[in-house]
C-alpha cells in the first residue's frame, strides 16, 4: 500500500522593500562563489534589494548542450545552499551555454549592477575580461575576489 | 527568543521557477566547420608519416583518396543528422540493430577517443622535440634531444594538464576554436604558395608513384598476419589493407554529428555546407600537404622526417635558412595549439559518450560520482587519462605505433555507423536528406551509394582486422573489457534498480493548496520535525520517543528547496518528490514504525527554509518545531534564523517552542514569538527581596504580587531608555549578557521537556 505524503503549495521568501533593485552576481565557476554572494547578500540588504545569480555554465564541444560536465543538480544543490543562508531574496540562473560573455551580456539588464566572483591573478583572467566587457557594455561591474 | 526586524511584508505562496536554461546559440557553417576541423585537420600533422612507412612512396595518393572517400562518410552522416537531432554512433546504432551492437560501437567509439589523445599529444611533442634540435643546430649548439623521449614527458605533461582542466571543469570557449582554425589557415596558404615556388625554382619535380598494386610497398608489418598469406598476393586486398593504413586521416567525423543541432537554419542546408567545407579543407591541408611532403623532401632523408612531416617539408622549402625555421616555429605553434586542442577533446568526448551510456544504465553509477568540489565526474576522466598515459608510456614515443592502434577505433566506429544508417534507410521512411545513387527495382529503392559506402568501410574494418596487429590487439582487447564492464554494469544497475524498488516505501502525493491541522490530521498544538538528511535523524528520533501521541500528533516535513527567477510554471511530481525525498521519508517511515507511533509526512516547496519551518508551524498551529543540529550552522545562529522568519510571518503569529536537538548533549529549548521569560536564579531572588520590602509599606500589604513589581519596572526600564540615562542602561544590560554568557548559558535556556 502507498503512503500518503502531503504537499503544500510553494512558501517563498517575503518581498523585499525595494524589489526593484536587484544586485546581479556573475560566476563563472562554483568554488569560491560564496564570497562574492556574501557582497552581493549585504549590498542588497543595505539597499533593500535582492540578488539574482548569473551562472553561465559553458558546455564545450562535442557535448551536447543538455549534457553538461559538471550536472545541473550539483551546480543547483551547491548554489541553493548557499542561498538558502542569505538574509535576502535571492534567484538563482543557470545558464547552460557554449560562450560565457555573450551570454551574461545578453542576459543581464542594461545598466546592472553586477558583482563578479573571481580569484586574485596578475594575468587577465576571463572573469577580469568579463567584466571588462560588461563595463563597456555600461553595466556598474563589482570584482569579488575569493581568495 | 524574540527578536525584531523592520520588515512588514508576510510569507505568500507563489509559482515557481526553471533555474537552469539551455542558452542555445545557433552558429554558422564557418563556426560549425571550425569545430569539426579542429578534430579532423589535426591528422596532417602525422597521417603521411604513418602512411609512408606502411605501404610506401604512394602513400600521399592514399591520403587524398580517402579524403576523397570523406565526401561519402560526410553523405553518411548527413542522412543520419537528418533523422536525429543528435545522430552520433551510439544512437543511431541502437535505434538501428539494437543494444548490444550499440555497445560494440560505444566501445570502439572509446578506443578512438582514448587514441586521439596520446597519438595528438605524441605527435606535437615530435614536433616540438625535432625542433628544439634544428634550433639547437642552427644556434650551433651541441645540446641533443631523443625526440621520442621528449614526446613521451611533453605528452604526459599536455594529458596531466588537461585532465586537471577537465576535472575542475572549465572549458574554454567555443570560439577558440575558430580562431586556431583561422591560425592553421594562415599555415596552409602559406605552405601551399611556398611549396609551388620550391617546386619551380628546383624543377624536375616527380609526383609519388600511382598506388597501384604493384606501386604498394606492403611490408610483413603492414600486413600483419596476412604476410606470406595468399591473400598478400590479392591486389583487392592490398588496396583494402592500403586503405586501411590511411583511414584514420578521417578521424573526427563524429564531431559532425554533434554540431548539427547548433547549426543555424536552414540546417540541413547549412549542415551540407559545413561538410563541403570541412572535406575541402581536409583534401587540401591532409591530402594535397601530404603529396607536397613526398614531392620536395628527398628520398633519402625523408624517413627522418616521419614524425615531423610538416617539420620537414618546410625544413626543405627553398629560401634562406632563418626563414624556414622561423616558419618552422610557427608551424609548431600551430601543430601544438590545434593537436593539444585534440588531446582536450578526446578527454570531453569520451566523458560525454560514457556518460551517456550510463544515462541508459550501461555504466556503474559508481564512474559517475561527482568530484566533491567540482562536480565533475572525475572517475570516468581519471580512467581515461591513466589509460591515456599508460598508452603514451606503452608508446615510448611512436607515432606510428600508436596510429596503427588508432585506426582500430575510427574504422569499425564509421562502419558501425554507416551499417545502422543502412539499416534504418529500410526501418525509417522520414530521412530529410538521402545520399545518393538510389534505383528503383520493382518499387524498391535499393542505397547504391550508401550500400556501397557501408561496404567498403566493412571490407577496411575487415582489411585491418588482419592486417594491423597491433590495432587488433588492442582494440579487440579494449572492446572486449568494455563491452564486458558494460554488461555487467547493466545487470549490476537493473537489479539495483529492483532492489531500489522493493526497498523503498511508496508514497501518493496528496497536494493541499493550504496546510492545516484538518487537511494533515494533525491536531493543534502537534510537534512539527524537520528532516532534511536521512543520515542525521536522531532529533526525529528523539522526538518519537519523547511525544506522547495521545496529546500531540508529530508532522515530519521536508523542505524542497527552490529557486525564484523567471519563467514560472507548476512544479512536476517529479520536482517536487524526487528519488532523494522518497528516500528520505522512506527513512523517516522506518523509524517511526520501530517506534511504533504514527507520523504524517509533509513537502513543503520553498525558497527559503526556514520561512517554510515557520510558515508550516504556524499553519498547522504547532507547539513545537523540532530541527537537528546542523554541521553548517552553529545552533544559536539557527535559533537566529528561525526567529528572523518567525518575524516574517504575518500576524496574529502563532508563538511555539523550537527545539534544537544535539546527537550528544542536551537540546536547546527556544520559544518564538512574546512568552513569559525564565528568571536567573538571582534575578528571583532580588525580585521576591523588592516585593518583600514593597509588602511592608502602608496601603499595599497582600495585594502585591511579583508581577506587579516586575510590571512597574519595565515601566521604568522603557521611560529611562528614553532619558539621559539611556547609556548607563545600555551598559547594564551589556554586562548582564557577559555576565550570562559561558557553559551554563544554553542550559538556563532548557524548558522543561513534554
Not at chain 1, 557554449?98 to 580569484?119: A, H, N, Y
Not at chain 2, 605533461?157 to 588537461?162: D, N, P, W
Not at chain 2, 514569538?673 to 532580588?686: A, K, T
Amino acid at each position: 500500500m502507498k503512503l500518503a505524503v502531503h504537499v503544500s503549495a510553494p512558501v517563498s521568501v517575503p518581498e523585499a522593500h525595494n524589489p526593484e533593485l536587484e544586485v546581479n552576481v556573475v560566476y563563472t565557476r562554483l568554488p569560491g562563489a560564496a564570497k562574492s554572494l556574501d557582497v552581493a547578500s549585504g549590498l542588497a540588504r543595505d539597499l533593500g534589494g535582492r540578488v539574482t545569480v548569473h551562472v553561465a555554465q559553458v558546455i564545450p564541444y562535442p557535448l551536447a548542450l543538455k549534457s553538461p560536465q559538471v550536472p545541473v543538480q550539483f551546480a543547483e544543490q551547491q548554489l541553493l545552499a548557499m542561498a538558502g543562508e542569505q538574509p535576502v531574496e535571492t534567484s538563482i540562473k543557470i545558464y547552460l551555454c557554449r560562450d560565457l560573455t555573450e551570454t551574461i551580456r545578453q542576459v543581464l539588464k542594461p545598466d546592472s549592477m553586477v558583482i563578479v566572483g573571481s580569484r586574485k591573478r596578475w594575468w587577465p583572467t576571463r572573469e577580469k575580461k568579463l567584466a571588462a566587457a560588461l563595463r563597456r557594455d555600461g553595466h556598474r561591474v563589482i570584482l569579488s575576489y575569493a581568495d | 527568543m524574540q527578536t525584531s526586524v523592520p520588515t512588514t511584508p508576510s510569507t505568500v505562496t507563489t509559482k515557481v521557477v526553471v533555474a537552469t536554461t539551455v542558452a542555445l546559440t545557433f552558429i554558422t557553417f564557418w563556426q560549425a566547420a571550425a569545430v569539426v576541423l579542429n578534430d579532423l585537420a589535426s591528422t596532417m600533422f602525422y597521417i603521411g608519416g604513418i602512411t609512408e612507412q606502411a605501404i610506401g612512396k604512394p602513400a600521399p595518393w592514399m591520403v587524398l583518396g580517402v579524403m576523397l572517400f570523406s565526401y561519402a562518410v560526410r553523405s553518411v552522416y548527413m542522412e543520419s543528422c537528418g533523422m536525429f537531432v543528435r545522430g552520433g554512433v551510439y544512437i543511431v546504432v541502437k535505434d538501428s540493430i539494437g543494444p548490444t551492437v550499440a555497445k560494440l560501437s560505444v566501445s570502439s567509439l572509446v578506443v578512438d577517443y582514448v587514441l586521439t589523445g596520446p597519438i595528438s599529444a605524441v605527435s606535437a611533442g615530435q614536433y616540438l622535440g625535432h625542433l628544439l634540435n634544428e634550433m639547437a643546430e642552427a644556434l650551433h649548439q651541441s645540446w641533443r634531444t631523443d625526440p621520442n623521449t621528449f614526446a613521451v614527458f611533453f605528452s604526459v605533461a599536455v594529458t596531466i594538464y588537461f585532465w586537471y582542466s577537465n576535472i575542475k571543469g572549465v572549458p574554454e570557449s567555443s570560439h577558440k576554436a575558430l580562431r586556431i582554425m583561422q591560425i592553421t589557415t594562415v599555415m596552409v596558404v602559406i605552405i601551399l604558395v611556398w611549396a609551388p615556388i620550391t617546386l619551380i625554382l628546383r624543377g624536375g619535380a616527380k609526383l609519388p608513384p600511382l598506388p597501384t598494386p604493384s606501386n604498394l610497398h606492403l611490408t610483413n608489418e603492414s600486413l600483419g598476419w596476412l604476410a606470406g598469406t595468399y591473400f598478400a598476393k590479392i591486389s583487392f586486398v592490398v588496396i583494402m589493407v592500403s586503405i586501411g593504413h590511411s583511414l584514420l586521416a578521417m578521424s573526427g567525423f563524429e564531431t559532425l554529428a554533434q554540431v548539427y543541432r547548433e547549426v543555424a537554419y536552414p540546417k540541413l542546408k547549412n549542415l551540407r555546407i559545413t561538410a563541403n567545407i570541412v572535406c575541402t579543407y581536409a583534401v587540401v591541408c591532409t591530402g594535397i600537404i601530404s603529396l607536397l611532403a613526398v614531392m620536395i623532401i628527398p628520398d633519402a632523408t625523408r624517413s627522418m622526417y616521419y614524425d615531423n612531416m610538416i617539420g620537414g617539408l618546410v625544413m626543405n622549402f627553398a629560401g634562406p635558412e632563418m626563414l624556414k625555421l622561423g616558419f618552422h616555429v610557427f608551424i609548431v605553434i600551430v601543430g601544438v595549439l590545434i593537436l593539444a586542442g585534440a588531446v582536450n577533446t578526446s578527454l570531453i568526448g569520451v566523458n560525454g559518450v560514457l556518460n551517456r551510456v550510463a544515462e541508459d544504465g550501461v555504466l556503474l553509477d559508481w564512474f559517475r560520482k561527482p568530484h566533491k568540489k567540482y562536480g565533475t565526474t572525475y572517475r570516468i576522466l581519471n580512467t581515461m587519462a591513466i589509460l591515456q598515459i599508460l598508452t603514451i608510456l606503452a608508446s615510448r614515443g611512436d607515432v606510428f605505433l600508436l596510429g596503427e592502434a588508432y585506426a582500430f577505433g575510427v574504422v569499425w566506429s564509421f562502419a558501425l555507423k554507416a551499417l545502422g544508417v543502412f539499416v534504418l534507410r529500410y526501418q525509417r521512411h522520414d530521412q530529410e536528406y538521402k545520399m545518393g545513387w538510389n534505383i528503383r527495382i520493382a518499387g524498391r529503392e535499393i542505397p547504391i551509394g550508401l550500400g556501397l559506402t557501408t561496404a567498403t568501410l566493412f571490407l577496411v574494418a575487415i582489411a585491418n582486422l588482419f592486417s594491423k596487429k597491433i590495432a587488433t590487439i588492442y582494440g579487440v582487447t579494449f572492446t572486449i573489457i568494455l563491452y564486458t564492464l558494460f554488461m555487467i554494469s547493466e545487470r549490476v544497475n537493473a537489479r539495483k534498480k529492483l532492489e531500489h524498488r522493493s526497498d523503498l516505501e511508496k508514497f501518493n502525493l496528496d497536494h493541499q493548496s493550504q496546510v492545516t491541522p484538518a487537511t494533515l490530521r494533525a491536531r493543534p498544538g502537534c510537534v512539527l520535525v524537520a528532516v532534511r538528511d536521512y543520515h542525521n535523524m536522531h532529533h526525529l528520533q528523539k522526538a518519537l520517543e519523547k511525544t506522547n501521541l495521545r496529546r500531540h500528533d508529530i508532522v515530519v516535513m521536508t523542505v524542497r528547496q527552490l529557486s525564484t527567477g523567471a519563467g514560472e510554471y507548476e512544479l512536476r511530481d517529479d520536482q517536487l518528490f524526487a528519488g532523494y525525498e522518497q528516500e528520505l521519508f522512506s527513512h523517516v517511515v522506518t523509524l517511526a514504525e520501530k517506534e511504533g507511533k504514527s507520523v504524517e509526512l509533509l513537502v513543503v516547496p520553498a525558497v527559503d527554509p526556514f520561512d517554510a519551518m515557520v510558515h508550516t508551524a504556524t499553519s498547522l498551529r504547532a507547539s513545537k518545531l523540532v530541527v537537528g543540529v546542523s554541521s553548517r550552522m552553529q545552533s544559536e545562529e539557527l535559533a537566529h534564523r528561525i526567529g528572523l522568519a518567525w518575524e516574517r510571518q504575518p500576524p496574529p503569529r502563532q508563538p511555539f517552542s523550537l527545539e534544537i536537538t544535539h546527537p550528544d548533549r542536551p537540546s536547546t529549548y527556544v520559544n518564538l514569538g512574546p512568552h513569559p521569560p525564565r528568571l536567573w536564579p538571582e534575578d528571583v531572588d532580588l525580585l521576591h527581596n523588592i516585593w518583600l520590602r514593597l509588602t511592608e509599606q502602608q496601603g499595599v500589604g497582600s495585594k502585591l504580587h511579583h508581577r506587579d513589581v516586575v510590571g512597574v519596572a519595565l515601566q521604568r526600564l522603557e521611560e529611562e531608555l528614553s532619558s539621559a540615562e539611556r547609556r548607563r542602561i545600555l551598559e547594564q544590560v551589556e554586562s548582564a549578557v557577559h555576565r550570562h554568557e559561558g557553559p551554563g548559558a544554553e542550559t538556563a535556556n532548557e524548558l522543561p521537556q513534554d
